[in-house]
């Protein structure tokens, strides 16, 4: 039966009938991997918005002031490596941040706690020097 509310208990179904767990070590470990999976989410994000940074250069501000919507975004190297491996990147994250979505949503507390203590562990490690993050999220959605 599937939890509509939150509860703590060491067993907990996680994605798939398979991953279940009846043992505290199985549960420890199940937390730890979605720990490790929510840090490694916002490594990813990280190394995206990173690559493109650097594929992207630093335009003017005067340039996007004047006209944002007459540039030709992506008039030079529409099909550049750069570009593909950020929409790799951008489909792998977002893949992993619909799993860790789907496995708070099996309402299990210890679950929750991990994924969020995941992602605080993952944003202070990797994402706590982004000085450049404002010349490229132009996408204010949390899921994008």
Request: net charge positive; hydrophobic share 50%.
């Amino acid at each position: 039966m599937m939890h509509m509310t939150f509860y703590w208990s060491k067993q907990v179904t996680l994605l798939v009938d398979s991953w279940r767990t009846s043992s505290w070590t199985g549960y420890v470990l199940t937390l730890l991997a979605c720990l490790i999976a929510s840090a490694f989410y916002q490594y990813m994000e990280d190394l995206r918005l990173r690559i493109k940074i650097a594929s992207a250069g630093k335009p003017s501000s005067t340039q996007q002031i004047e006209a944002p919507l007459l540039q030709k975004r992506f008039a030079s190297g529409k099909w550049s490596l750069a570009r593909l491996a950020g929409a790799l990147l951008f489909g792998v994250n977002s893949a992993i941040g619909y799993l860790l979505m789907l496995a708070i949503m099996s309402f299990n507390g210890g679950v929750f706690v991990a994924v969020v203590l995941g992602l605080a562990v993952g944003c202070f490690l990797f994402r706590t020097s982004d000085e450049d993050v404002t010349l490229v999220v132009d996408n204010p959605c949390a899921c994008a």
